[in-house]
């Protein structure tokens, strides 16, 4: 470890002056600090620098531990483990009561920044409409749709730092990255609300007709350069429990299976995801990437090459890389969103993207739909052609608080859309077909009076949600998607 610390200070050393100021536009020397989670883990080469009583050593490793502070102060804040050891190296340096040491490496200045993190890009509620937003889902054009799902990734997305790449390099999974934890949470969550909103129709019918429309929020998403939400709606419909349907997929037109067929094949897993790729290539300014196949990238990069050539030198070229195909994806961040998003669509989606059911409760749904043919062999639940198998084993934990919060949003929203008279209660019409939007319906609820439903009845509605509960630790309850048999719910699935 001395010897690759070593190396790494060295090089510093190289392109600074004694007082430890860089030389000018040093691109390598950002490269090599922006990933110094692949070469440097502790202090150790102070600590030896001290036994050795080379002072000279001593101040010139403090000079570039204040120059890291001071023009790469954001990766402290960003980067608990970087935070953890620079607390470390502090306390180090006071037990040993060098007072000038101290005065470089005070972070102090850090926590005075004007900094906040990277959090959605603000965009403007959409008023130059004058209709009420419909929350129904038969009522919303694939545009909106698309659009709003768009909304919701980016905003995931942009979430993602430096350092939760880095994370995910090194421990080649997700546990205690909980920006990717919420990105997966996402794509799993639109992939089985687009099965669940089709397997909700009772008649083949129906499912088509909310098949067709997927079909169009797919190319809406393709337009938009949106391929993580795209895979998602994909795989969605690709799943054998929707895939099994044929009474369904003969109510589908040949130009809309044709279309189908068009996308699966350019987000299909061949040669590597070449079509993918390709059309990712073409692409300029907004994009969002499928995630997971970047992230592949970036673990066959890491470990594809050696972290030291001979003589124990730091294999530059592999820290440049890994570096590009990082901040690539951090470069994706800053583009602005072509697009305005109805925050009362937001938190719709948002709630009802936050149901998550086993593989077997969807089979189960699937086969109430259309039973299994006695001559026809037992199907196994396949995946689609698009999964995130790289987040195997992800089940994030969403805050009470948060829930609690979305829930109460998505009440406003349904009052303010439909509470026309404003006296705080709507129509049992107007509820039923309100819950028809999501993908289950709970158990019936009482009436206050007249037939009208007050916002407490509706905020208790939507917390008594299966999802919800097994999600607070709490006594999971049976959900009903009518007319199919009750079954119980949820958990996260990956």
Not at 76 to 85: A, G, Q, R
Not at 282 to 287: H, V
Request: with cysteine; glycine share 2%; proline share 4%.
């Amino acid at each position: 470890l001395f010897q690759y610390e070593y190396s790494f200070f060295f090089f510093f050393f190289f392109f600074s002056d004694l007082e430890g100021n860089a030389y000018q536009n040093n691109q390598l020397l950002k490269i090599i600090l922006a990933m110094h989670q692949f070469i440097i883990s502790s202090f150790s080469t102070y600590l030896n620098a001290l036994e050795n009583k080379s002072s000279m050593l001593c101040v010139k490793i403090c000079y570039f531990v204040r120059y890291w502070i001071t023009e790469f102060w954001v990766m402290f804040k960003m980067d608990s483990k970087l935070s953890t050891t620079m607390e470390e190296f502090q306390e180090l340096v006071k037990a040993n009561g060098e007072e000038l040491h101290c005065h470089l490496i005070d972070t102090t200045q850090i926590n005075s920044r004007d900094w906040s993190r990277k959090l959605t890009q603000r965009v403007k509620a959409n008023t130059s409409k004058k209709r009420k937003v419909s929350l129904l889902f038969d009522h919303l054009e694939p545009e909106e749709l698309s659009d709003h799902l768009t909304y919701l990734e980016f905003k995931s997305f942009r979430r993602i730092s430096f350092s939760d790449y880095q994370n995910y390099i090194v421990n080649s999974c997700v546990k205690e990255n909980p920006t990717m934890e919420r990105s997966i949470a996402l794509c799993n969550g639109i992939s089985q609300w687009v099965q669940l909103m089709v397997l909700s129709r009772p008649t083949p019918q129906l499912r088509a007709e909310v098949f067709i429309k997927f079909i169009h929020v797919a190319q809406k998403l393709h337009q938009l350069q949106n391929f993580n939400t795209l895979m998602a709606v994909i795989g969605g419909l690709c799943h054998s429990s929707i895939s099994r349907l044929k009474e369904t997929s003969s109510c589908v037109p040949h130009d809309v299976i044709k279309v189908f067929n068009e996308m699966t094949e350019l987000l299909s897993s061949y040669r590597n995801y070449d079509s993918y790729r390709r059309a990712y290539n073409e692409c300029s300014n907004f994009k969002i990437p499928i995630l997971g196949v970047h992230l592949k990238d970036l673990i066959s990069l890491y470990e594809g090459m050696p972290d030291y050539l001979e003589d124990k030198k730091i294999n530059i070229y592999k820290l440049y890389s890994l570096y590009n195909h990082i901040n690539e994806l951090i470069q994706l961040q800053e583009m602005p969103l072509p697009l305005e998003a109805n925050m009362d669509l937001v938190h719709l989606l948002t709630l009802s993207l936050d149901l998550y059911y086993t593989e077997d409760e969807i089979y189960e749904l699937s086969y109430a739909r259309e039973p299994r043919s006695h001559r026809a062999a037992p199907l196994t639940p396949s995946r689609p052609p698009v999964v995130a198998d790289w987040a195997s084993g992800v089940a994030p934990k969403p805050d009470p608080k948060t829930i609690s919060k979305h829930v109460q949003r998505m009440v406003d929203s349904v009052f303010k859309n439909y509470d026309h008279d404003q006296d705080g209660y709507i129509s049992q019409e107007e509820f039923e077909k309100i819950a028809a939007s999501f993908p289950f319906s709970f158990c019936v609820m009482a009436k206050d009076w007249e037939g009208l439903i007050s916002r407490d009845e509706i905020t208790a509605y939507f917390m008594r949600a299966s999802s919800i509960y097994s999600k607070l630790g709490l006594d999971r309850v049976k959900l009903t998607v009518l007319p199919i048999p009750s079954f119980a719910g949820i958990k996260q699935g990956c």
